[in-house]
């Protein structure tokens, strides 16, 4: 991707990037730049804390809304601050929301993702292997 940022890992505490950096708690993420987002929970995202990305130019083509694990959502009056500002919004657990991103922006979409960590994080059997490769490296490595 470039210069592009993508988000290749999530976990409990954050996202790992493409360019190796590791992202602690939510963020809010674009193509080039990402930011800390003070956001704890979807229940804390309001219209002041994505104030944000309406003030931004040029203009996004889509707003991803990251809010955690499956059956967590936005309040109404979050989603009639993006409708009343015309912001084309996407809501969806982090996982796809991350997924979402990172195809919109391969696309070279003016895309955001406001990405809160889940709670509880998948794991798939290249996760498992990798883990299972360092134990024993780690093995290996002891005196």
């Known amino acids: 991707m470039g210069d592009m940022i ?3 890992g999530i976990s409990q505490y954050g996202f790992h990037l493409n360019s190796g ?3 602690l708690g939510p963020m809010a993420v674009f193509p080039r730049t990402v930011l800390g ?3 704890p929970s ?4 309001t219209p002041a804390s994505l104030a944000l990305f309406a003030i931004l130019e040029p203009r996004l ?5 990251g809010t955690g694990d499956r059956g ?3 309040s109404k009056e979050v989603i009639a601050f993006l409708r009343q500002k015309k912001i084309s919004f996407e809501i969806l657990p982090t996982e796809q929301a991350a997924a979402t991103f990172n195809f919109m922006n391969l696309e070279r979409r003016c895309v955001a993702g406001a990405l809160i960590p889940p709670v509880d994080v998948r794991l798939v059997d290249r996760d498992y292997e990798q883990h299972q490769k ?3 490296q780690a093995l290996l490595e002891e005196p």
């Not at 979807?42 to 995202?45: D, M």
């Not at 083509?61 to 809304?65: F, G, K, M, R, S």
């Open 6 to 8: 993508s988000v290749d």
């Open 21 to 23: 950096v590791v992202v």
């Open 37 to 39: 987002w003070n956001v």
């Open 42 to 45: 979807a229940p804390h995202i």
């Open 61 to 65: 083509d889509c707003l991803v809304i």
């Open 72 to 74: 967590t959502t936005v």
């Open 134 to 136: 360092s134990q024993r």
